[in-house]
């Protein structure tokens, strides 16, 4: 199984802030990634696909990038409805597998 | 427009089954794959299954291997996943997704809370 590391766990940052969140691959998996946005008790949403393209409706705000084993999702000014927690997903091979995921908390 | 509609939550004892539904409309059934993902009350998300509703071809996490079955019933537009032996691990929100080529996992389900108790 590929094992996705994903950093920090956690963060506290303020409105406006840029915030970056890192997931690293076991082996390779192309640009195979995609970046989650989960709200509490609910589904996640989907910001990022193909590592570096943005889902539709999804604000410029959010970008990401990387290729192989080491990705990246930005967010060049932090907005009050940002406050969430963050999942990467590769799905280069089964079994599909999540990062840890990076909870991200109102300074 | 897209939706993944769920069953309603669900209590079991450990050992016994459940199944939970996840009926899709807004877009033609049978030409999108149908993944389950579950979620350990304060944990992270665990892929469990996809499911091809039009062949009804099944690839497992090898976690669940033996005790998961998901099918389709194209006739309703409905993919199914039964989870069996219950343990209290298994206490969680399941949710079933759409993939499209490209932007992944696009649509999810509102997710179903199935509790294992005694």
């Known amino acids: 199984d590929i094992q996705m590391t994903q950093s920090p766990s956690s963060l506290s940052a303020s409105v406006g802030d840029r915030v970056t969140i890192t997931c690293r691959a076991s082996q390779g998996i192309r640009n195979d990634l995609a970046w989650y946005q989960q709200k509490s008790g609910k589904a996640p949403k989907g910001l990022i696909y193909a590592a570096s393209s943005l889902q539709s409706g999804v604000p410029p705000r959010f970008s990401g990038s990387g290729s192989g084993t080491e990705f990246t999702l930005t967010i060049s000014s932090l907005q009050p409805e940002d406050f969430a927690t963050y999942y990467c997903l590769q799905h280069n091979s089964y079994p599909l597998t999540f990062g840890g995921g990076t909870k991200v908390e109102i300074k | 427009q897209v939706q993944l509609v769920q069953s309603g939550a669900e209590v079991r004892k450990p050992g016994a089954s459940v199944k939970v539904s996840c009926k899709a409309s807004g877009y033609i059934f049978t030409t999108h794959y149908i993944h389950w993902v579950r979620q350990a009350p304060g944990q992270d998300l665990e892929w469990m299954a996809i499911?091809?509703?039009?062949?009804?071809?099944?690839t497992y996490a090898q976690k669940f291997q033996g005790r998961i079955t998901v099918t389709s019933d194209t006739s309703t537009s409905t993919v199914s996943m039964e989870l069996r032996s219950l343990r209290s691990g298994d206490t969680a929100v399941y949710f079933c997704a759409r993939e499209v080529s490209g932007p992944g996992l696009d649509s999810w389900g509102q997710g179903s809370l199935v509790t294992v108790s005694s």
């Open positions: 499911i091809n509703p039009s062949s009804g071809s099944t």
